[in-house]
DNA sequence: GTGGTCTAGACCACA
DNA sequence: GTGGTCTAGACCACT
């Protein structure tokens, strides 16, 4: 399991790590049971602070996602259970909205922004939005 | 001119007025000389201080988006065609590609997000993206 | 005679204005008696507010420096002999000793900065110093 | 690391904290990667406010020089090769075209404006250019 | 510890 | 009228 993190976004790495672990068991792509990479791991692969790590696992573990098992590290909690489509849309929801409300003010079309989102999704490379210069 | 400015966003009022002359630049909805509204009016509409306001347009400022016009307020720069304001692809293809990377990680498939992406272009409501819990 | 003037530089245009007629004179290049260009023509040659011509005639004339001659315009004061060489230096030295702590700044030796005045020298166009961005 | 910085000059200080790292950096006496001083360390030292540095600061990470290393500081950018920071002369050219027309105005021949800027770099005392009366 | 953001208010300079 | 600069102090967020 890889984390997809840019140090350099916006978003603080910690939020970075919580939201795509919301995403990952929403989408049953993270099964109940599966364990996450260490602290130390992850920490290590994108030479980021272990604590921003360990912050972003203690705010998962408070929510109820994630549990801890001893010496094992953190698994996904056995409740977790995929989300609903109306869930996922819930998640997905709010950075779609921002996107349209930004093609609105840049003059663009329905058509043409939607031709724009269907590169993107058929091209997963590309940054992370709202880096800052 | 009105700027719309969400004060409890995540994004920094400073930074939303920036990204909104981007936009409305980009889009030519906003013309080379055009003036914008004093620092003390958008303060005062939006019941902001008038700091913040001034930190926005000296960003774009340096930026070369906007020109002093000393005494007489801002102007939008003449060299600011809507080509070289940047294309308008490049200002919304970061948050497309944000929004991708979300619903792969969720695990919708093309079309399902397609959709919701429609939903939200006819849709001008909802909230901003990436606010803080 | 034309002013020199560059309405988007950091110095304000009055100083721009006070400052080239205070080194014309030392020069020698505005003779005692001379006329200078009317208030309404510099402002209008060059797009700036009359106000701002006026001010910065105003300045010279109570520095004694001009000479208000009723409906004839500004002329430069009688007393007004060209300077000395040591006090034409006052005038260029401030701009000097700047460019030669930037010059420091950057690491050039004494040798590389003249080579480079002596560029300047030689070529007058380019713009301004202290511009903002 | 310390910056050089007269609080009674007529450039603000935070352009002389942006113009002295855009030296530094370009004679690479700041290399990629070297941390700068922390806005606080700066401010107390120099007795100004800390949101002073901070703007210069934030100008410099806009414009790519600097970059945020989040809870830690500021460093110089890794991009950042004194080639890439922008020529050295280019930095030094406006400040030494102007004297250049100073000189001209003043009536000063090549040779003698040579001998003043010589003095200069030989006897790095003596105040900013500039300053308002 | 680090920087970011915003506020409130002051004073200046320019046109 | 316009924007620019700085201060003092608060609170937040990240590491």
Not at 47 to 65: C, D, H, Q, R
Not at 102 to 125: I, R, T, V, Y
Request: proline share 7%; with cysteine; net charge neutral.
């Amino acid at each position: 399991m890889n984390f997809d993190i840019a140090p350099a976004a916006a978003t603080p790495i910690y939020r970075q790590i919580v939201d795509q672990v919301r995403r990952l068991a929403a989408s049953g792509q993270l099964a109940p049971g599966a364990e996450l990479p260490s602290v130390r791991a992850v920490a290590q692969q994108h030479a980021i602070n272990p604590m921003t790590v360990s912050k972003a696992y203690s705010l998962l573990e408070a929510e109820g996602l994630l549990q801890r098992r001893r010496g094992l590290g953190m698994v996904l909690a056995e409740a977790a259970t995929p989300a609903a489509a109306g869930d996922k849309a819930a998640l997905l929801r709010p950075a779609l909205a921002g996107a349209a409300r930004m093609a609105k003010q840049l003059g663009l079309s329905d058509a043409e922004a939607q031709a724009l989102f269907q590169a993107c999704l058929q091209d997963p490379s590309s940054k992370a939005p709202y880096e800052h210069d």
